[in-house]
């Protein structure tokens, strides 16, 4: 069992920056591959980053080269610098973990960014 728990959002004008946080609870937080997601008003939620347990990245086309997805599996969390922020990133940023063998899935109770133009 794992529980998810985002920090880090909050209101910021266009083209500043913000840094989200997941604190995982349990054991084994290095074997599960890490993402964040995002969901917006009306929207599908959607993967904005993912970083596997081997340390490999994927990004939504549309924040590569803005948003950094990071691990530190001695304090269970993984992060989210999100740079060069606009007014369409904003949403609920949900974060989820993925165990690679069984595919039990997680997720926190997610973190809302605002982004104002």
């Known amino acids: 069992q794992v529980q998810l728990v985002e920090s880090g959002g909050g209101l910021v004008q266009a083209g500043g920056s913000l840094r989200l946080s997941c604190l995982a609870s349990?054991?084994?937080?290095?074997?599960?591959?890490m993402g964040w997601y995002r969901q917006a008003p009306g929207k599908q939620r959607e993967l904005v980053a993912g970083?596997?347990?081997?340390?490999?990245?994927n990004y939504a086309d549309s924040v590569k080269g803005r948003f950094t997805i990071s691990r530190d599996n001695a304090k269970n969390t993984v992060y989210l610098q999100m740079n060069s922020l606009k007014p369409e990133d904003t949403a609920v940023y949900y974060c989820?973990?993925?165990?690679?063998?069984?595919?039990?899935?997680?997720w926190g109770q997610g973190t809302q960014v605002t982004v104002s133009s």
């Open positions: 989820n973990a993925d165990h690679p063998f069984t595919r039990r899935n997680y």
């Open positions: 349990g054991n084994n937080f290095g074997i599960y591959d």
């Open positions: 970083i596997v347990r081997g340390g490999s990245t």
